[in-house]
């Protein structure tokens, strides 16, 4: 298998570029799913990078529970061995194991936790003011989604500025941008090099929403003033894993946005632009990454199945 298992660890870096870039010049619908589906292929294959690496490199350790073909010496001796390489490489999938565990745990708690205490409450209306004089406001996803918004954050907008907020609030439900957060802070903790992927969903799902509450309502500039307000009113209590009107993050590259002319639905960036090249090395760096996990998988199967035939030597 040689080098090429261990290039789906690092080829996540060939993101990054376009993770700066898709913000600025895609639609942030685009972009999102761009980067979201970047980051769920690179972490996918580098978790299969280090199952494969721990399982060679440990094939020749005495007592390793390994299936039964394993059991004949010259299928041991065909396989490349590093016992320091493949006891690293299982310490590190057990931590990404834990680590995407605690994502899954800490998701599930907060957005079950959200829909039981909205669903404690009498009437089962979309929007649900809570009487709380912290400022906030976010989107419960479910059958159906609902929106939490607080008494604090309506005292600070107006009944125009209150239209944006609840609009900005059903893109996050009906765009599903609760999906595309929890795949990317899975990744994120399968492999460090994707948390720029992290931060760049995060914003475009929020700029995303931005984009159709203007729509909504027709106007961008009120939009970006009930963005501004709502941040101004004070810290957001948007909980972890939900999305919220005013959650933490660059607002005023949202309410900059907002004040430009809208992204529109141009097609993708020329190929000489940087945009597009940061795209292409992005496109390039997944496709080894994913050619180098098949390969990698395509030759232990072929030890296992082809050696025990025709025995070596």
């Known amino acids: 298998m040689g080098v090429f298992v261990f290039l789906p660890l690092i080829l996540p870096l060939t993101a990054l570029p376009i993770a700066r870039l898709a913000e600025q010049h895609l639609h942030p619908r685009t972009a999102a799913r761009l980067l979201t589906g970047l980051a769920a292929i690179l972490g996918l294959c580098s978790t299969l990078c280090l199952v494969l690496l721990g399982v060679v490199g440990t094939a020749q350790i005495p007592g390793n529970p390994l299936p039964d073909a394993w059991a004949d010496p010259e299928v041991r001796a065909a396989v490349p ?54 400022p906030y406001a976010y989107a419960v996803p479910g059958r159906p989604g609902r929106i939490a918004v607080s008494t604090g954050m309506l005292a600070c907008l107006d009944e125009d500025e209150r239209g944006a907020l609840i609009a900005h609030e059903r893109a996050h439900l009906s765009g599903r941008h609760h999906r595309y957060l929890l795949l990317v802070r899975l990744a994120a903790a399968v492999n460090p090099f994707l948390r720029p992927l992290r931060e760049a969903v995060a914003f475009s799902a929020e700029r995303w929403a931005d984009e159709e509450a203007a ?6 500039r009120l939009t970006a003033r009930a963005v501004g307000r709502a941040a101004l009113a004070g ?4 909980p972890v894993g939900l999305t919220g009107f005013a959650a933490p993050g660059p607002v005023p590259r949202r ?15 020329p190929a000489h632009s940087r945009t597009g090249l940061a795209a292409l090395v992005a496109a390039v760096g997944t496709t080894v990454s994913a050619v180098s996990s098949l390969n990698a998988c395509a030759a232990l199967l072929l030890v296992l199945h082809v050696v025990p035939m025709n025995p070596l030597g």
């Open 215 to 220: 729509q909504a309502v027709g106007d961008r």
């Open 235 to 238: 810290p957001s209590a948007v």
């Open 81 to 134: 061995y590093d016992e320091a390489v493949g006891t690293a490489s299982i310490a590190a999938l057990l931590a990404v194991v834990l680590a995407a565990t605690a994502v899954w745990w800490r998701h599930r708690r907060v957005e079950s936790g959200a829909r039981r205490a909205l669903a404690a409450l009498p009437g089962d209306a979309e929007v649900v003011v809570l009487p709380d004089e912290v």
């Open 255 to 269: 309410i900059a946005a907002l004040l430009a002319p809208g992204p529109g639905l141009h097609g993708w960036p």
